[in-house]
């Protein structure tokens, strides 16, 4: 069974930074795409990033670009969204994913397996 656990949300100031992070069991993230999205409230979800499994290939939103980075640590089966310059509009739950193929995508519909989602708070 797989599941995706994502820590590290919470409350920050306008142009704060937090660190996001999706463990994986059941699965090994290497070997498959992980995207992260967010979804406020009453709004549908957004893609932000995403990393092939060998990590050598990302892709951003223009949202996000330049402030958000994606990573991974495939010793710990984890992968990573630092996020620096938050801004209110930042505000959301974020959520990982996983894609069962080794292309990598924005599309929320082609991931396969999703955590429980984090929330992060953004004061102005």
């Known amino acids: 069974q797989v599941q995706l656990v994502e820590s590290g949300g919470g409350l920050v100031q306008s142009g704060g930074s937090l660190r996001l992070s999706c463990a994986a069991s059941?699965?090994?993230?290497?070997?498959?795409?992980t995207g992260w999205f967010r979804q406020a409230p009453g709004k549908e979800r957004d893609f932000l990033a995403t990393?092939?499994?060998?990590?050598?290939?990302?892709h951003y939103a223009d949202s996000v670009k330049g402030r958000f980075t994606i990573s991974r640590d495939n010793a710990k089966n984890t992968v990573y969204l630092q996020m620096y310059g938050l801004k209110p509009e930042d505000m959301a739950v974020y959520y990982c994913?996983?894609?069962?193929?080794?292309?990598?995508?924005?599309?929320?519909?082609?991931?396969?397996?999703w955590g429980q989602g984090t929330q992060v708070t953004v004061s102005s």
């Open positions: 990393i092939s499994g060998s990590g050598s290939s990302t």
């Open positions: 994913a996983s894609r069962t193929s080794p292309y990598i995508s924005d599309n929320y519909s082609s991931y396969d397996y």
């Open positions: 059941g699965r090994t993230l290497r070997d498959y795409v």
